[in-house]
């Protein structure tokens, strides 16, 4: 079975119910950066979510 990874926004945020899960890291990453600029105004490097942030489920 192939992993997925997953960024849990409620988490981190409780007033925030975004979840992505993807395959692709790379794409994972991307939108959780994208959500993360959009929806709460904070940039991440790939690194700092990668670290702090994604699951490998």
């Given at each position: 079975?192939?992993?997925?990874?997953?960024?849990?926004?409620?988490?981190?945020?409780?007033d925030?119910?975004?979840?992505?899960?993807?395959?692709?890291?790379?794409?994972?990453?991307?939108?959780?950066?994208?959500?993360?600029?959009?929806?709460?105004?904070?940039?991440?490097?790939?690194?700092?979510?990668?670290?702090?942030?994604?699951?490998?489920?």
């Open positions: 079975m192939t992993d997925a990874h997953r960024l849990d926004c409620e988490a981190q945020a409780n925030c119910r975004f979840i992505v899960q993807s395959e692709d890291e790379t794409e994972a990453i991307s939108l959780a950066q994208s959500h993360m600029r959009e929806a709460h105004g904070k940039d991440f490097t790939d690194d700092e979510l990668r670290e702090e942030h994604l699951q490998t489920v």
